[in-house]
């Protein structure tokens, strides 16, 4: 627990903390919204969570169906995922009402293809801010994104992930041709499978962006690659000759759809990131800028950081 | 009603300090999930309601064979029971985890299996089912 004491957060004598597990929780503090061309992005390490009494409190925020879901996981370690997951969605959410709305007072329902989005209250003098959210989660971390009034799609995949089938059958059985082709370029066994993975996440962003689901947007039908082939990895800042990510379909090569944009970064060091997110056309410079992040490592009601400019958010490809 | 039962197994009890709360200065009494169940009394599990099934259920060996995969795939630990209710969402798996688990079953059992047959797979048993049905289809 020594790094409560460094981070300052906690008194020496925590016993409070213990003794009151009931207690209304700290209040969240209230962020910005997202500008349209922005994806905001919090994320929780659940292995950073070793005050069992927050479990009390983020399971007071829930739904009684999304208790009874989280009680349905196998195991505590997916009980615990479970529920940090709901419990990021509604803090995260809430964050960006001014102090209007509680995590717990937010209600979701599941668009025409099961995408989860949130069911917003009438209010008399009061319009919400239209928030569109998606999350992503791994046995050791869980993401969400957040934008205002966009369809976004966020996945994230352990860097170390590695496959028990062989990289190439997986992707000559799911992939487009295009990604196949490039995939059998790489003859570094390592790297074809960090480029898989990097590809995999940023096909479920965009699979998750459009929200009809895997079937609905079978991962064959559509190519993500980089839109100048002969710049493979491009660090630190944008350029305006820069390549960047785009999508196609294998039935339509050549006509990029334009609508969505792509950002593909490490998160804390552990992770690859894709986030996914329909381009804003009615802002006049919406055609030409690319995707602008805004991230936040987590631990909610009890600690909150900006890691965008840090080295938690690296190697981003736009 | 078996699917009960199999819920609430499916929840093992652990011990206590399996959370790895706090000890040691602060003292904290480490808090399980399932104590958290204690107080919030209004959870009861509902029962999942049993589907009709008109085939036949795949014998024992092939759902334990599919266990097994998934077992592996999915690298749970050794005290998650798996059986044949248990569900590919309550057991953790991703998009990634259930290709990788339809590859594995099509390579154990020497079928192939549609996307659209794999889309409507929600349970160990589902899958088995399915395993069975090609097999049968195969060599029929």
Same mark, same amino acid.
């Given at each position: 627990m020594s790094w409560l004491l460094r981070r300052n957060m906690l008194p020496l004598h925590s016993n409070s903390l213990a003794r009151r597990p009931f207690a209304s929780p700290l209040p969240l503090p209230p962020a910005s919204l997202p500008s349209p061309r922005e994806t905001h992005i919090w994320y929780v390490v659940p292995d950073e969570l070793k005050d069992a009494s927050? #479990?009390?409190?983020?399971?007071?925020?829930?739904?009684?169906?999304?208790?009874?879901?989280? /009680?349905?996981?196998?195991?505590?370690?997916?009980?615990?995922?479970? #529920?940090?997951?709901?419990?990021?969605?509604?803090?995260?959410? *809430?964050?960006?009402?001014?102090?209007?709305?509680?995590?717990?007072?937010?209600?979701?329902?599941?668009?025409?293809?099961?995408?989860?989005?949130?069911?917003?209250?009438?209010?008399? /003098?009061?319009? %919400?801010?239209?928030?569109?959210?998606?999350?992503?989660?791994?046995?050791?971390?869980?993401?969400?994104?957040?934008? /205002?009034?966009? %369809?976004?799609?966020?996945?994230?995949?352990?860097?170390?992930?590695?496959?028990?089938?062989?990289?190439?059958?997986?992707?000559?059985?799911?992939?487009?041709?295009?990604?196949?082709?490039? /995939?059998?370029?790489?003859?570094?066994? =390592?790297?074809?499978?960090?480029?898989?993975?990097?590809?995999?996440?940023?096909?479920?962003?965009?699979?998750? *962006?459009?929200?009809?689901?895997?079937?609905?947007?079978? @991962?064959?039908?559509?190519?993500?690659?980089?839109?100048?082939?002969?710049?493979?990895?491009?660090?630190?800042?944008?350029?305006?000759?820069?390549?960047s990510i785009v999508v196609e379909a294998v039935d339509d090569p050549g006509i990029l759809m334009n609508r969505w944009? @792509? *950002? #593909?970064?490490? #998160?804390?060091?552990?992770?690859?990131?894709?986030?996914?997110?329909?381009?804003?056309?009615? &802002?006049?410079?919406?055609?030409?800028?690319?995707?602008?992040?805004?991230?936040?490592?987590?631990?909610?009601?009890?600690?909150?950081?900006?890691?965008? =400019?840090?080295?938690?958010?690296? &190697?981003?490809?736009? | 009603m078996a699917s009960i039962s199999a819920t609430a197994k499916s929840i093992p009890t652990r011990p206590r300090h399996s959370l790895q709360a706090v000890n040691g200065i602060f003292g904290l009494k480490s808090v399980s999930i399932s104590s958290l169940r204690r107080s919030f009394p209004s959870i009861r599990l509902q029962p999942t309601p049993m589907r009709f099934r008109v085939c036949c259920a795949a014998k024992p060996e092939t759902v334990q064979k599919v266990c097994d995969i998934v077992k592996k795939q999915l690298a749970l630990a050794e005290d998650i029971a798996i059986t044949g209710e248990s569900k590919f969402s309550t057991l953790g798996a991703d998009s990634l985890d259930t290709v990788e688990i339809v590859m594995g079953l099509e390579e154990a059992f020497n079928i192939s299996v549609e996307e659209e047959s794999a889309q409507n797979i929600s349970t160990v048993q589902d899958a088995a089912d399915l395993i069975e049905t090609l097999v049968a289809a195969k060599s029929g």
């Open positions: 927050l #479990l009390y409190q983020y399971m007071e925020l829930l739904s009684p169906c999304e208790r009874q879901s989280v /009680l349905r996981m196998n195991g505590e370690r997916l009980q615990k995922g479970a #529920l940090l997951a709901r419990a990021l969605v509604r803090t995260t959410l *809430a964050r960006y009402t001014d102090g209007r709305l509680s995590p717990k007072s937010f209600k979701f329902q599941k668009n025409r293809f099961g995408k989860p989005e949130v069911e917003w209250d009438k209010y008399d /003098l009061w319009a %919400p801010p239209p928030l569109q959210f998606n999350i992503s989660h791994t046995s050791t971390m869980i993401a969400c994104g957040v934008t /205002l009034d966009l %369809p976004i799609g966020i996945d994230i995949e352990e860097k170390q992930r590695k496959t028990s089938n062989n990289i190439l059958s997986l992707a000559h059985r799911y992939f487009s041709p295009v990604e196949v082709a490039y /995939l059998k370029t790489l003859a570094d066994p =390592e790297c074809r499978q960090s480029e898989f993975i990097r590809l995999w996440t940023l096909k479920e962003a965009y699979v998750k *962006a459009l929200g009809r689901g895997f079937s609905g947007t079978p @991962f064959k039908d559509f190519t993500i690659r980089l839109e100048a082939s002969n710049s493979k990895q491009v660090t630190g800042e944008l350029k305006s000759d820069a390549p944009q @792509f *950002a #593909l970064f490490e #998160l804390n060091n552990s992770h690859y990131t894709a986030v996914c997110m329909e381009r804003d056309v009615k &802002n006049p410079d919406g055609e030409n800028n690319s995707l602008k992040l805004e991230v936040w490592r987590t631990l909610p009601f009890v600690e909150d950081e900006c890691v965008t =400019e840090t080295d938690a958010v690296k &190697n981003i490809i736009r | -």
